[in-house]
């Protein structure tokens, strides 16, 4: 059974055509094929029965926010129900009620009842906001107090290496606050913290620093 809290709905609104075109039989195949200038269905015929059925296509617009939307819920361990109104039945119909008023489609509603609407809100940012998931990673923050001196040169320093992720330059009783990022294998807090003490304050002009290394974490950023 679906987890119910990890489902989403994904209301698109395809559009109904009705063909026109003559389907040749089967057994036309061996020979030519006939094109409706030439030949016409027989009365009364399969074939010529399935001529004016309707037939629904959905726009390339909604066909792309339905690919990205499924392509990020499975990364993100969500399942989306798509639902099309056009050919909802009656019952869906009484359902999608909530609808009223709506004017774009496709539209997606998170189990908390948020909601995207419209192609132009169909974004990876977007998408990864209403599907917020664990991180993989161990994320750790560490807040730096720095000696006056060369900031760029810290700067540059703390780039250079690849477990720092961002940096926010501050103002009170901490300079900078370092993003560090690891992988999952580094699950110790204690390896987290050996970092800092060893790379981070190996630095000369790092005086002091305090990290906190979260217990548990989700994001709502796309996933890298």
């Known amino acids: 059974m679906a987890d119910e809290s990890r489902e989403l709905v994904l209301y698109v609104q395809s559009k109904k055509a009705v063909t026109t075109f003559y389907r040749p039989p089967p057994s036309s195949s061996r020979g030519p094929i006939a094109g409706p200038s030439t030949a016409a269905a027989p009365s009364g015929s399969e074939e010529s029965q399935s001529v004016g059925e309707p037939v629904f296509f959905l726009s390339d617009d909604q066909s792309r926010c339905m690919a990205l939307t499924e392509e990020i819920a499975g990364k993100r361990g969500f399942h989306v129900r798509v639902v099309d109104v056009e050919k909802a039945g009656r019952l869906e119909r009484l359902i999608t009620e909530h609808l009223r008023g709506v004017q774009k489609f496709p539209v997606l509603i998170s189990p908390l009842g948020r909601r995207l609407e419209g192609v132009e809100q169909f974004t990876e940012d977007d998408l990864a906001a209403i599907m917020p998931t664990d991180l993989k990673s161990v994320r750790a923050f560490s807040y730096l ?51 800092v003490t060893d790379r ?24 890298t």
């Open 145 to 195: 107090k720095v000696r006056g001196g060369d900031l760029d040169r810290i700067r540059r320093l703390l780039e250079t290496l690849p477990e720092v992720k961002e940096l926010h330059f501050l103002t009170g009783d901490w300079d900078i606050l370092v993003v560090l990022d690891f992988e999952p294998s580094v699950s110790n807090k204690r390896r987290v913290l050996d970092f």
């Open 200 to 223: 981070i304050r190996g630095i000369p002009e790092i005086l002091d620093t305090s990290t906190v290394v979260p217990e548990y974490s989700l994001t709502k950023f796309p996933l």
